[in-house]
């Protein structure tokens, strides 16, 4: 039977760490909304042209066409042994979308991991990413630090912040998605699908608890 999890995450908590991990060792497909969505509407599929028609003028796309397009994918054969969905989920109505489609599947979901972090956790591990202005060459001034300061080692281009990385701009998306993805929290715990993975600097520790989880096991 297909292994169906969903990841949830502040920007910066180490999702893309953990499912860089988890889907190798379950043999699973992540599915990332946003890489999807541009991926369909690359395609030029009908879905992928009626999307692109909201993408494009910056209006917010329909529950209903977000919907079709995850189901879509979830169906697709390379999706049969599961998935780990990141990004969809994101509110409570959507949540309830994913029930109907994967009960139209014949897939219950496994379990829901929300990866906790504080958010100085989350500044310490942002604000020190910087990339190249030039060839887009990415270092971390604590872990993976330039040679000369401010400067790229590979073509001498300055070394800049993404306004993302800000502290303030952090600060906003960290209570932002606090705000909105409260309510998702407390509706998969009601399901007893909930698993709380608390942050930890060792990744591996983070993939251990995970692949522990019984929703997970084989
Ligand atoms: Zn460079």
Known sequence: MGKDLIILGA??????TLAAGLCPALQ????STGDLLREVIASGSALGQELNGYVSSGALVPDELIGRMIKDRLGAEDCKAGVLLDGF???????????????????PLGAVFYLSVDLERVIRRLVSRVSCQ??????HLVNLPP???GVCDDCGGQLIQREDDKEETIRKRYAT?????RPLIAFYQAKKLLVEV?????PQDALN???QQPGVQQ
């Open 209 to 211: 608890f995970v692949l």
């Open 28 to 31: 699973i497909k992540h599915i």
């Open 11 to 16: 920007p910066g908590a180490g999702k893309g």
């Open 134 to 139: 030039q060839c887009g060459r990415p270092y």
């Open 147 to 149: 040679k000369a300061s």
């Open 89 to 107: 989920p994101r509110t409570i109505p959507q949540a309830e979308m994913l029930e109907e489609i994967l009960a139209g599947l014949q897939r």
């Open 198 to 202: 608390a942050a930890s600097d060792n």
């Open 177 to 181: 998605f606090m705000e909105k993805t």
